[in-house]
């Protein structure tokens, strides 16, 4: 008899979409900007999930910038729903690091500018 427990494929390892925008203004860009940027996540957030590749998981403010996460599978597919929403955004410099894999020092990543 075999144990189905130990027979359980290993989960793939996530992904991630890391989108990093410079803001102006105070440490936490302006009232505007910060808007701006929950719309575009709002929006962001349904594409991913329409197309079935991930979550957006939210986002972090401070030091003059605004970082938007994202996890899933597979972070081209990941990237692909989002970068029409990411480049919607006005903010500049701003790129994104496609990590493929889980966190790590030898992760491979790749850095998009947008």
Known sequence: ????????PEEAPEH???ARFHLGGD???EPDQRSLV???ERSIGAAVAAAGVGEVDGNEFGGGEVVI???G???EALF???????????FRPAHVVLRY???GDDVVSERVEL
Do not use: K, N
């Open 1 to 8: 008899m075999q144990d189905t427990l130990f027979d359980m």
């Open 27 to 29: 440490d936490f860009g």
């Open 38 to 40: 929950f719309d575009a």
């Open 73 to 75: 599978p597979d972070a």
């Open 101 to 103: 894999g889980e966190s």
């Open 80 to 90: 692909r729903a989002m970068e029409p929403g990411l480049r919607m955004l006005p």
């Open 16 to 18: 991630a979409v890391i």
């Open 69 to 71: 996460y994202a996890y």
